[in-house]
């Protein structure tokens, strides 16, 4: 059974930093795709950042690009996101998922639909 646990929410103010962690067990593929993804109250799930185990560049989406960094242990057990920069717009529950296929397809953006398994969220709150 493939479970993800999400840490390191909180609240910060607004130009400050947080990183966020996702511990992955029970998934012993060779390669591993794996994404952020972040909901606000009444809004849709919405991609953050996506990256592929095989060292690949990660994709972001542009709300975050040049701000958020994705990254990973080389044993693909750990996720990070690196968050700076934060915006009051930032404000969410941010998600961790993996993807039950080996490696991420070439794609500019992501969908949950692109993932299988997902961890229960950490919030994250950016106050002005």
């Known amino acids: 059974q493939v479970r993800l646990v999400e840490s390191g929410g909180g609240s910060v103010q607004a130009g400050g930093s947080l990183t966020l962690s996702c511990t992955v067990s029970?998934?012993?593929?060779?390669?591993?795709?794996s994404a952020w993804f972040r909901q606000s109250p009444g809004k849709e799930r919405e991609w953050v950042a996506t990256?592929?185990?095989?060292?690949?560049?990660?994709y972001y989406s542009s709300d975050v690009k040049g701000r958020f960094t994705i990254s990973q242990d080389k044993e693909k057990v750990t996720v990070y996101l690196k968050m700076n920069a934060l915006k009051p717009e930032d404000t969410a529950m941010y998600y961790c998922?993996?993807?039950?296929?080996?490696?991420?397809?070439?794609?500019?953006?992501?969908?949950?639909?692109?993932?299988?398994?997902w961890g229960q969220g950490t919030q994250v709150t950016v106050s002005s």
């Open positions: 998922t993996r993807r039950a296929r080996l490696g991420c397809p070439a794609m500019e953006s992501f969908s949950t639909s692109d993932f299988d398994w």
């Open positions: 990256i592929d185990s095989r060292g690949e560049i990660p």
């Open positions: 029970g998934h012993t593929a060779s390669r591993a795709c």
